[in-house]
């Protein structure tokens, strides 16, 4: 019976040291798991405040890009309309005037920098000119500008007045623009435009 109960003993002995075993084994594993998903938390904290920040820091810079734009198209228009208050003699006669006027204004005699513009509308539309060039490589200069004001909401006025060309121009230059991109007649210029977009 001695023996009987030394076994007994033995074995609730042999359980309980399992079973402590056994409790710091999944303590253990508890532990790591806890420290593994507050390690996982916190870099995912971090990665979405991150995130964040660029996306405050992307507005921003759009806002940036919107008022520069807008700037410059609203400087664009007062020079044009200058201009075209101007009779075809007067403008001859104050070419030099006019020309002072571009360099100040533009820094440039020949008026509106176009390179600035399209920089401008490039990093605004996450290179979108680069890749409508690219596409549409058959527009002339005078109908990419059309799609660049296009796109950038203006109407057909006031690109006749950025263009210093008539509003007649401006809707046969897109007539054109649509007859080389294949696009019917009544198409929407600016929703096919908007197809190019990379973002």
Known sequence: MKLHTESIA???LISCGILVVLVILISVALYRNYKLNKKLSSES????EKLNELSTVSKENENKYRSALAVQFRIMGQIAVLEHLLNDEEVVKNKKL????NEIVFGRKEGVNWIIIY???????DGYLDALKVQLP???EKEFRICCLTYAGLNNT???IILRIALDTVQSKKTNIRRKTGLGKNSNLKEFLATFRNE
């Open 98 to 101: 006019i020309q002072k006027v």
């Open 158 to 160: 006031q690109i006749g």
């Open 119 to 125: 920089q401008i509308i490039n990093n605004m539309y």
């Open 138 to 140: 058959e527009l002339s």
């Open 45 to 48: 904290d971090d990665y979405l």
């Open 10 to 12: 033995t074995g609730l």
